[in-house]
C-alpha cells in the first residue's frame, strides 16, 4: 500500500484498515507459533504497512498538507572537506571525505 494512496483515504477508511491488519497480524502470529507459514514475510509488509497508515493518520490530525511536504528544499551538497588526523609520531595527516 502506497502512501499516496492511504493519503486519499479519510481518518475512518484509515482506522477500518489499521483495526484489519492489526487483527491479520494477530491471527498469522498465532499460526506461526503452531504450524509454518505459507508467507512468513506477510508479518513484515503487516507492519510496515500498519506504522504506515499509522503515520498518515497522525499527518491528517495534525494538519500536515502533503503540498507542505513536497515543497520543502532538498539540501544541497556541500563541499567536500578534508579531515585532519594526527599520527602516533604526532604528525598529521589529510584523507578526502566524500
Do not use: S
Given at each position: 500500500m502506497l502512501s499516496n494512496?492511504?493519503?486519499e483515504m479519510n481518518e475512518g477508511d484509515?482506522?477500518?484498515r489499521i483495526?484489519?491488519?492489526e487483527e491479520e497480524r494477530f491471527r498469522l502470529k498465532f499460526?506461526?507459533?503452531t504450524e509454518t507459514l505459507e508467507d512468513p514475510l506477510r508479518l513484515r509488509v503487516i507492519r510496515k504497512d500498519v506504522a504506515r497508515?499509522?503515520?498518515v493518520l497522525k499527518e491528517k490530525i495534525i494538519g500536515i498538507d502533503?503540498?507542505?511536504l513536497s515543497d520543502a528544499?532538498?539540501?544541497a551538497g556541500g563541499a567536500k572537506t578534508r579531515?585532519?588526523?594526527?599520527?602516533?609520531s604526532g604528525a598529521t595527516r589529510t584523507s578526502k571525505r566524500a
Open positions: 494512496e492511504i493519503r484509515i482506522n477500518a483495526a484489519d491488519l499460526r506461526a507459533g497508515l499509522k503515520t502533503q503540498a507542505h528544499k532538498p539540501k579531515r585532519v588526523r594526527r599520527t602516533k
